[in-house]
């Protein structure tokens, strides 16, 4: 019985397969051969789907190093994942993925600002002839914490997002978001717990749990707002950030600065919109706490945004990202 052949493996008798799968390290292309390649964006009716516009389409987590600028002027090197979307016509097929990555290494010496995204916003709408675009860089910025009283030092990360968006018009926005990681002492609990010693003589101690807060922020005109400017906002607004570095003498101060500034999640949330609505450089912002119970199974939330017509709302119910 004569053997019949398969398409990308060998068959007994040394019958070879119909496709040949040997990579031809060896093969260098040319412009010729380049310019012969099929090209889907010159296929009539590629498309799949419904001919409507695509609010969204791009690339997501790609990563690559990215340097900024401290508020010290110090130049950093960070890991960052982005993200980049441009608005596709209904006439048109799809776009050049490829052009928005290679548009970040096209920049990877310069340091990464509001005024270059700006360009990169630019460069996508004129050569992926789209009316809005938006980029997103994702990373975590370390800053040097100091403890409370032993004189130690520590680095603590910061989950830190730029985003810009540019729409048909050419309006640019810029918006930060910024996590904040604190600690958070039941006021009710600590009421009990005192109750409880001077009544009866019981040591208790009042719930107590990590928490974290999710502050955007959409910047004002022709103002800047450095990384280190959101952290000392947070700090001021809540006391009672984690520690990195400690020793006994540590410990016991952030006890007692738990102790002098017990806190429900709700006044989490307007210590925050205090402390931010003053700073005239922020132009909105939405804030999200989650106080991650130590008492219940389940979490204590709030959300507030600063109330600018057409701006930001209080819709936020990604929680499960607030776990920390």
Known sequence: MKKKPMFLHETAGGVPPLVNRRFDAKFKSDA????SLPDM????????????PI?????????LPLQYRTAAGKIVTLETSVTGTVS????????????????????EDEVFTFDLLRRLLKKYQRKIDSFHARIRLSFSYPMLQPSLRSGLAGWQYYRVAFEATMDAAGKFRRMIDFDFVYSSTCPCSAELAEHARQTRGV????????????????????????????????????????QVMVKREDEQAFAELNGANIKFVEDAARLLYRELAGDKRIAD????????????????????????????????????????
């Open 41 to 52: 964006m010159e296929a009539v009716n590629a498309a799949e789907g419904a001919r409507v």
């Open 88 to 107: 596709l016509q209904a006439g048109l097929k799809g776009i050049n993925m490829g052009r928005i990555m290679r548009a970040f290494y096209e920049h």
């Open 285 to 324: 912002f939405q804030v999200a706490c989650s106080h991650l119970e130590s008492l219940h199974s389940h979490d204590a939330v709030s959300v507030i945004c600063k109330g600018v017509k057409s701006g930001f709302n209080a819709d936020f119910m990604d929680f499960g990202s607030l776990v920390c």
């Open 203 to 242: 040591y208790a101690t009042p719930h107590a749990q990590r928490s974290k807060a999710r502050v955007r922020v959409e910047l004002s005109p022709g103002r800047n707002l450095a990384i280190e400017d959101l952290q000392r906002h947070c700090a001021n607004a809540l006391k009672t950030e984690t």
């Open 32 to 35: 010729a051969y380049r310019a």
């Open 55 to 63: 609010q969204q389409v791009g690339c997501a987590n790609f990563r």
